[in-house]
């Protein structure tokens, strides 16, 4: 909900399609700089403790948002602001909870249970962009951040509910240099997971769509805060729909060749936008967007549980994130950039055929890829 009014706000203040740009790598940055000591901390501390000190951190930066436009104080550099405190709060939790989940669930269902917790973020991920813009047209953008501040308390007291310790197996990890670079040296030995990230690495890259989405509302659809949330909540469907696959499957053991294949069609889905002239054709575009983004999200996350030692899950886990947001924030700016210059429709298209390129690229260069089966110890 934060993101979506932010983006709005942002758009709003601004009337730019680069600040849009910028508000993505702002949120980003934060992972891009320190999210390897995320994976650390993961490794190091009670990650269930962890878990519990980033849901309570994370009320702040809603409520403080949503003081800021009530009282009309607001200005685009304090959502850049607060969306580096946000971003700082995820950077604490997200290494946790996915070393967390291997903890509590044996290995012949960690897919599953990894799809499974992948739509439950989701399902949160589908109702907040729609929550929000309706709550925009409804209350005002001030009274949306405050129910987004105030939502946070639920998810703190169900970790509460929680009583599996969250304590890292073996020795305790290190606070240090030398426990990034551990982690660091691993993925590189692990051509695998290395390839899945470059894989993400570079179809996200050129293929990062959010950012823009507010001008495909506003400037082509020519859509309220409503037509916009729909389009936000459209990939979390698509998402939905993927999980479901999933589950609906079971294990697949050729993993590489589902995470090459969902990257293809992402590509496809890219130049689908680009053509849309419609809101209803867009919203079947980013559907298919979220449908292969989901898979290739629970491929990665599987695979880095099952290669790395619980030592080393949570400096792995952040590597996943520090990838994904790196990208993320360099997308954001070459997605924005790309707007301003030639408008959203064409960044659309020269992203799809760029995105197909890049995964054919990867698939010829990596063919351990393609052949990596679940149980092999192919790195």
């Known amino acids: 909900m934060r993101s979506v009014a932010s983006l709005y706000q942002v758009y709003r203040l601004s009337g730019s399609s680069f600040q849009l740009g910028l508000t993505g790598f702002f949120q980003a940055l934060p992972f891009i700089v320190f999210g390897l000591f995320g994976g650390v901390l993961a490794d190091a501390f009670d990650r269930r403790r962890l878990l519990l000190l980033a849901q309570a951190l994370n009320i702040l930066p809603g409520l403080a948002l949503g003081l800021l436009t009530a009282t009309g104080k607001i200005h685009v550099f304090h959502i850049y602001a607060l969306g580096l405190v946000s971003s700082f709060v995820q950077l604490i939790s997200w290494p946790a909870r996915s070393a967390f989940i291997p903890q509590v669930v044996p290995e012949a269902h960690l897919l599953n249970a990894i799809t499974l917790n992948s739509m439950a973020q989701q399902a949160s991920v589908l109702c907040a962009p729609l929550i929000a813009g309706s709550l925009i047209d409804l209350i005002g953008l001030e009274h949306a951040y405050l129910v987004d501040a105030s939502l946070a308390v639920p998810g703190l007291l169900a970790l509460l509910a929680v ?167 360099l997308g954001a700016l070459l997605a924005g950039s790309a707007a301003a210059l030639m408008g959203a429709p064409y960044t659309m298209l020269c992203g799809s055929v760029l995105c197909i390129l890049i995964v054919l690229a990867i698939g010829r260069a990596a063919p351990e890829l393609a052949r990596y089966r679940s149980g092999s110890s192919t790195g």
């Not at 495909?216 to 459209?234: E, K, N, S």
């Not at 998402?239 to 992402?266: Q, S, T, Y």
């Open 163 to 329: 009583r599996t310790s969250g304590k890292p197996e073996g020795q305790r990890g290190r606070i240090d240099l030398k426990s990034v670079t551990e982690g660091l040296f691993f993925v590189w030995r692990q051509r695998v997971i290395l390839s899945l990230f470059l894989l993400d690495f570079g179809v996200t890259l050129v293929g990062f769509y959010r950012p823009i989405l507010p001008v495909f509302a506003t400037d082509i659809f020519r859509v309220g805060a409503t037509g916009l949330g729909a389009l936000y909540a459209a990939p979390a469907v698509g998402a939905m729909l993927g999980f479901a696959a999933l589950l609906l499957i079971g294990d697949v053991r050729r993993k590489g060749v589902l995470a090459l294949g969902a990257a293809l069609v992402f590509g496809a889905g890219l130049g689908l936008l680009g053509f849309s002239r419609t809101l209803a054709m867009a919203i079947g575009a980013v559907l298919i967007l979220g449908f292969t983004d989901a898979i290739s999200v629970v491929v990665r996350r599987t695979v880095v549980q099952l290669l790395a030692p619980d030592a080393l899950r949570g400096r792995a886990s952040s590597l996943i994130t520090v990838f994904a947001q790196a990208t993320n924030a």
